[in-house]
């Protein structure tokens, strides 16, 4: 199964992350910038498995990765999983409701202190 983690991180938590979550998978795994595809437009998504991996600021999911998970278009059945790094309280009510909005795939959801 080909996997593609995508990621954004300022100080490093959640590039470590996702270089560990990809190390721990079976199969292709790619880990791919969120900043890097935020200038794009239509983002189509070759991944069976998409992973996202990001810090939580506010107690909600920083802008520039809500503004390119819009431009996302994902494959019929992709299974999609989000970590979420925090270090005092992710807030965790008022953020999966966003996700929940721009994710209309099922997923599993996860955080990490
Ligand atoms: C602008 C900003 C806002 C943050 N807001 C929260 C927050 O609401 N709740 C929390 O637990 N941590 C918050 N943090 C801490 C980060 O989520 C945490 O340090 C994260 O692991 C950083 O990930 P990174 O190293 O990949 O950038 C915030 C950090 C920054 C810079």
Known sequence: MKTGIYYFS???NSLTTAKLLAASLDGQCDVISLAALHN?????????RVGFVFPIYYGDMPYLIRDTIRKMKFKQNTYIFIFKTYRGHPMYLIHISETTRLLS???ADFCLK
């Open 40 to 48: 794009k437009q239509d983002i189509e998504v070759d991944y069976e």
């Open 105 to 107: 795939h099922s997923y």
């Open 10 to 12: 300022a100080t490093g």
